[in-house]
């Protein structure tokens, strides 16, 4: 069905939608907004707790939920830090800029505690995954002293278009920076790769 255009469109001008009730937008926040207004794909990004150590930037709002809530499954709610997904193709310069205020947050404050990083998600439709993966990757390969410090421990699980030649950049990324990152294809599933990283943070110093 087609959906004319109301006769009304000039009328509304530039609406701007009230935050839910009480809600208050970090500067983080607030610069990825400005970065999701100015793409046609979704760039999503929401801080839950603030000392939780498992970090989520997930593509695709169904897999982003899927490991939020697996978290919280395993008993773990607590550990959750934040919301975040990536999803609609957008370019590797939006996932760049996306991904380093991500990873920017992720790494601050380190306490000598482990952290992990949940990357990818589910299996992309349309979405090049090596080239999503190409941004996130220039990202890890500026902050490596920072992901080193907080001792970040990174988990990647994606599946789609060019989803192999993405894997496999992501796991010469590891071993040419030296930070712990397992890769895994469509074969693991998204909660099972969420149990390996709460049990990497939970699990402790020998």
């Keep these: 069905m087609t959906q004319l255009p109301s006769k009304n469109f000039n009328k509304w001008g530039d609406i701007k939608f009230h935050l839910p009730f ?8 607030s610069f990825i907004h400005g970065l999701d207004e100015k793409t046609s794909a979704s760039l999503k990004f929401t801080v839950l707790n603030p000392k939780g150590r498992t970090w989520t ?6 897999a982003s939920v899927i490991n939020a809530d697996t978290v919280g499954d395993l008993g773990y709610a607590s550990e959750l830090r934040n919301y975040a997904e990536y ?14 205020v991500v990873i920017d947050c992720a790494t601050a404050d380190p306490d000598g505690r482990k952290r992990a990083l949940l990357i ?6 349309f979405t090049d995954v090596a ?5 996130i990757i220039r990202a890890l390969r500026e902050k490596e002293t920072r992901l080193k410090a907080a001792r970040m421990h990174i988990y990647v699980r994606r599946g789609g278009p060019n989803y192999q030649t993405g894997l496999a950049r992501m796991r010469a990324l ?3 920076l030296g930070v712990p990152l397992e890769v895994y294809g469509p074969e693991a599933t998204m909660t099972g790769i969420c149990k390996r990283a709460i049990d990497c943070i939970m699990l402790p110093d020998a």
Excluded: D, H, K
């Design 131 to 135: 080239a999503t993966f190409n941004g």
């Design 87 to 100: 999803s609609g193709a957008p370019n590797e310069e939006e996932v760049l800029q996306y991904a380093r």
């Design 174 to 176: 590891g071993e040419e």
């Design 120 to 125: 990818g998600g589910g299996i992309a439709n």
């Design 22 to 29: 009480g809600r208050v937008l970090s500067p983080t926040e």
């Design 57 to 62: 930037m997930v593509a695709g709002g169904g």
